[in-house]
């Protein structure tokens, strides 16, 4: 299940400037420190961050929310290579999910990881997820165990730089000196010049450095200064282990259980939020050379939560057909087993929050040629329409019968062109239909496909798909 957490160096932040290289490890007087930081702050305030359209959306509701900040990577905002980290308020957290809804991005629930949330908003233009990553307090660990009391000073502190909040030039480097230790253990080449800044820029007078010494002992935070200043970073390692070892023994069965739970709790698959009670079902539907199972395959492999595919079809070859078909009602029993398995999959699956994916949906039952007015056939057709579950978006694939039969080779290029009419005319009488140019290159296909689910499920696609008479998808 992809995360769409990618490995990013953040880069400089720009409010460090180039006073924090010229300043270096000399920084004592704390007067001038505030100097600088002030001078600083005031020429960075008016200096717009390019970012992209949807993240200026999320930036604008949260300013009418409550107090909120950036933690890093204001660099990094038109195309961001990760996460956009942002703290925020405790008092913003029961609104949080339907303000963000309104700007596009739906809550994916991923247990686990504290105060963090994961919100997420796909942009079909760029072909690119941005995902949000919300937090309520700062903590450190791979587990978050080691809990701060940070959060609630760097929002009183925090500076403005165009229409983004950050935090205050000194927060901001004490956070990524702490994230590199204690997260991360070890300050890797590609982070020298980050770390380096960060550690120029600080100084052990600082609010957050006091705090640090509270919380691991005197002395800490010079000791973490001067190892990053000295430029050797090899020992990184052993000052990340004194700093976690003070922590927890601060509270060894409160750190040990926060990290033991979260370590349980991420083996459950991210499922959706804001749909509680159930997931979303997506099928598709085309005849044979469409792209179906290709389609559905991208769209597992590119949706931020468990996309769960299952096949409904009636029928497959099997290594017991047979001597199923010597026994009477082999054939149906055979297709009640795989209509109840299949049901039952797929419906346990949208209960608990999954996108399942459906290959095959019982209307394909309905097709002309494919109707069955046996006794069999009508059980079973009864059966899959009654137990089936609803697609919440039909995606429906068409392409010329030459294409289908060039990709797959079954069936007459007449028969498959019959095929394509029936299915057509049938998607005219479904909720939730949209029809696709599967002509069209399969990654464009898929990013269309993309967009129409994800619309789904932050709630912006039900009543545009469920008119008689769905529209034909420009791809």
């Known amino acids: 299940m992809p995360t769409h957490r990618n490995t990013r160096i953040d880069p400089l932040p720009a409010v460090w400037g180039t006073k924090a290289r010229q300043r270096g490890s000399a920084r004592t007087d704390a007067a001038a420190l505030a100097d600088d930081a002030s001078e600083l702050q005031a020429e960075q305030a008016g200096v717009a961050i390019p970012t992209h359209p949807s993240l200026t959306a999320v930036f604008q509701t949260l300013d009418r929310s409550g107090p909120w900040l950036l933690l890093r990577g204001e660099e990094d905002l038109i195309r961001p290579s990760g996460d956009v980290d942002i703290l ?46 919300i937090v309520s307090d700062i903590s450190f660990g791979t587990n978050q165990q ?90 990184v390692p052993a000052v990340s282990a004194r700093l976690s070892a003070a922590w927890t023994a601060r509270s060894v069965l409160s750190t040990t259980v926060r990290r033991d739970v979260s370590r349980v709790l991420r083996t459950v698959s991210p499922v959706l939020q804001d749909k509680p009670g159930r997931g979303l079902a997506v099928g598709v539907m085309g005849p044979d050379g469409a792209g179906k199972t290709s389609l559905l395959r991208s769209l597992s492999d ?37 209509i109840l398995g299949g049901s039952f999959d797929a419906r346990y699956q949208r209960l608990f929050g999954c996108v399942v994916l459906l290959d095959r949906v019982p209307h394909d039952a309905r097709l002309p040629g494919s109707i069955d007015n046996s006794l069999g056939g009508r059980i079973s057709a009864a059966l899959a329409l009654a137990l089936a579950p609803e697609p919440d978006v039909l995606l429906v694939l068409d392409a010329p019968g030459e294409m289908m039969f060039a990709r797959k080779g079954e069936h007459s290029v007449e028969v498959l062109e019959e095929w394509r009419r029936a299915y057509l005319d049938l998607a005219k009488g479904l909720r939730g239909a949209a029809v696709l140019d599967a002509s069209q290159p399969q990654d464009s296909v898929r990013r269309t496909a993309t967009a129409i689910v994800w619309n789904a499920v932050v709630g912006g696609a039900t009543s545009r798909y469920s008119h008689a008479n769905p529209r034909k998808e420009r791809v």
């Open 88 to 133: 925020v308020s405790k008092a913003q957290l029961p609104g949080l999910d339907s303000l963000l809804k309104a700007a596009g991005f739906a809550r994916v629930l991923a247990p686990g990881h504290g105060s963090h949330r994961f919100y997420f908003n796909y942009s079909r233009a760029d072909d690119l997820w941005l995902k949000l990553d």
């Open 146 to 235: 080691w809990k701060t009391s940070f959060a609630g000073r760097c929002l009183d502190a925090r500076t403005r730089r165009g229409h983004i909040w950050l935090p205050a030039a000194a927060d901001q480097a004490w956070l990524q000196l702490l994230h590199l230790f204690l997260d991360k253990g070890e300050i890797v080449p590609a982070r020298a010049e980050l770390a380096l800044q960060a550690g120029n820029f600080a100084s052990a007078e600082d609010d957050l450095a006091r705090r640090i010494d509270r919380y691991v002992g005197p002395g800490s935070a010079v000791e973490l200064l001067n190892v990053v200043r000295s430029g050797n970073f090899d020992g």
């Open 302 to 338: 590119t949706l931020p939560v468990s996309g769960k595919y299952v096949y409904m079809g009636l029928w497959s070859a099997g290594p017991w057909d047979d001597l199923l078909r010597r026994i009477p009602g082999g054939r149906l029993a055979k297709k009640v087993v795989r």
